[in-house]
């Protein structure tokens, strides 16, 4: 007779579980605590199948391809609603742009650009989030549309919904090439200097404390729409620096949206490949200030990474004082800043 305990999740007992038993702990267990991010989700569903971490992550992955579970963009899950278990439109992107101006404050000018379609269905709308709160927010779309901001439901500091509605909806029997664009101002964004933390001055150099990312991404599977690439899609991330801003050396790391632990390492060999061509201009590239990873036929559900060194504290003072940064004043550092993701 098979040994069980109670798991944390009502009407599941503890056991040694098949695939189908493992993507069911999931659905009952995200039905009663929705809004879980994908450590406490994927550890919850390890402890009470006893399945490893990746095997669980593979049928969260596959849960969210069929659209029973959506990944929002604050990286927590919930249960597909019913409109989104029906089929639902498809888009397909041909080119995707996020650029990134940092200031020495720390604050950031975002440049998003997209060229999208419909070839499947309606869209009547779709939502992203934004940092709270925003500074300059100018949108532009050929399609008629309003933007409209969700109601708080976050603490200050946090990312909140804002809503694109399409008057009238986008059809894909009218498959014409859209184009939008998105300026948004981030209050204290980036960190730029790798200072000293806790509260004795003093900490463990590592490499969370030392690196500082942005990154971009398509994801396969949103609430409102299915998402895909063209044929000949683009995307590309560009980050602009402070002149003579001392950064360290950079690359890119291209990871798994579904298993944010593994790195696709086939992809980001084709990127270290490309980056590498004397007279090639994709992959990441490197010119003065401005950093760029182009990337031509992107891959879904890819978090497309820049990571960089910051410069330490006798790198920053020195820039300070060259007066070569505009806006910010010997002795003056940027505050430690915690982020939750990207905007895009």
Request: charged share 25%; with cysteine.
């Amino acid at each position: 007779m098979e040994r069980t305990r109670e798991s944390g999740t009502p009407g599941f007992r503890r056991a040694e579980h098949g695939p189908e038993a493992i993507q069911q702990f999931i659905l009952q267990h995200l039905r009663a605590n929705p809004g879980l991010e994908f450590g406490r989700l994927v550890g919850s569903a390890q402890n009470a199948c006893r399945a490893s971490r990746a095997t669980v992550a593979r049928h969260l992955a596959a849960l969210v391809g069929q659209g029973e579970i959506v990944r929002r963009e604050d990286r927590t899950y919930i249960l597909g609603e019913p409109s989104t278990l029906r089929p639902r439109p498809v888009i397909q992107v041909r080119r995707y742009d996020v650029s990134s101006i940092i200031r020495p404050s720390g604050t950031a000018r975002f440049l998003f650009h997209r060229e999208f379609r419909i070839t499947s269905g309606t869209l009547d709308h779709f939502e992203f989030f934004c940092p709270d709160p925003p500074g300059v927010f100018d949108w532009w779309c050929t399609a008629s549309s309003r933007v409209s901001r969700a109601p708080r439901a976050r603490p200050p500091g946090r990312q909140f919904t804002h809503r694109v509605d399409f008057d009238p909806p986008l059809r894909a029997r009218k498959s014409n090439w859209h184009r939008w664009d998105l300026h948004v101002e981030c209050p204290a964004w980036y960190r730029m200097v790798d200072a000293p933390v806790g509260p004795s001055g003093i900490g463990a150099r590592s490499d969370e404390r030392s690196l500082e990312t942005e990154s971009n991404k398509l994801e396969s599977q949103r609430p409102e729409c299915v998402q895909r690439f063209a044929p000949n899609a683009m995307l590309s991330l560009q980050v602009v620096f402070p002149t003579g801003y001392p950064v360290g050396a950079t690359e890119c790391r291209v990871r798994s949206l579904a298993q944010p632990d593994r790195i696709d390492a086939v992809e980001q060999l084709r990127m270290v490949r490309l980056g590498s061509e004397e007279r090639g201009r994709h992959g990441l590239r490197r010119q003065g200030n401005t950093v760029t990873l182009s990337v031509p036929r992107p891959l879904l559900d890819r978090h497309y990474e820049l990571r960089w060194v910051l410069p330490e504290t006798d790198q920053w003072d020195r820039w300070i004082a060259s007066g070569k940064s505009q806006g910010a004043t010997t002795g003056a550092r940027p505050r430690t800043v915690t982020r939750g993701g990207s905007t895009g």
